[in-house]
């Protein structure tokens, strides 16, 4: 989840998304950096943040991140401080929060025939939600549109954005070893440059 990583602006400026899905904003740093690249680039993109706002698993067990969820009554605040981030960094105008779980997400902009140019996949991180989410979000992508995510170092997540490129026909491309990327033909002839880490895997991490 850093939000600065270069994938970012490769993708956003090799792909010049209308509009991008977000699977997982937390308190909207990833959304607000590609909004801020979209901005730099003078795209009008639209991002739509798919998330509950509840957070995943790892922030209800890990150390102290429950801390970070500032409940109130219970109830985790992260949406309070995701508004609160994208208002400051002016871009209400461009990030939408959709509250709800990704498996309802990709049914709604199914039944409404919803579409984006770029997917991020950086929601739960188990083997069956990746896969569960590529399968009900691959069909989202307009033409040409790119699919990507977070967490490759983590070996559910590895292994699922492995299992998923060889089952939908894609080169799978890695950045520094945690962004991973479905290649489209237009990518793999605007690869992103190798000084930046990148990598088309066969194999998932650990090597
Ligand atoms: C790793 S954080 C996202 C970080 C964010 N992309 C960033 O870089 O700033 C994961 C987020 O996914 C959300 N999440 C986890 N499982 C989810 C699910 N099944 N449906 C919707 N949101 C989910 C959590 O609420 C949390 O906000």
């Known amino acids: 989840m850093l939000a600065d990583e270069p994938v970012f602006e490769w993708l956003i400026k ?3 998304p209308e509009t991008i ?26 991002i739509v943040c798919v998330d509950t706002f509840l957070g995943g698993p790892e922030h209800w067990v890990l150390g102290d991140t429950i801390e970070t969820m500032r409940r109130r009554n219970g109830m985790p605040t992260i949406l309070e401080a995701f508004l ?60 040409g549109g790119v699919m990507f995510g ?28 945690r962004k991973w990327v479905f290649m489209t033909d237009r990518l793999m002839q605007n690869p992103a440059p190798e000084e930046l880490g990148f990598e088309i895997r066969t194999e998932p991490y650990p090597d």
């Open 84 to 143: 609160g981030n994208t208002v400051a960094r002016g871009n209400e105008g461009r990030i939408f929060p959709f509250t709800v779980d990704t498996a309802t997400g990709w049914q709604v902009m199914r039944d409404l025939g919803f579409k984006a140019d770029l997917i991020y996949v950086d929601a739960g991180h188990a083997y069956h939600q990746v896969v569960d989410e590529v399968h009900g979000y691959l069909p989202r992508l307009n033409e």
């Open 150 to 177: 977070d967490d490759y170092y983590f070996e559910p997540v590895a292994r699922a954005a492995q299992d998923m490129a060889k089952h939908y026909g894609f080169s799978l491309g890695v950045l520094q070893r």
């Open 14 to 16: 090799t792909v010049r």
């Open 21 to 46: 899905v977000e699977l997982g904003s937390w308190q909207g740093h990833s959304a607000n950096h590609m909004a801020d690249i979209c901005k730099a680039e003078g795209l009008d993109s639209r």
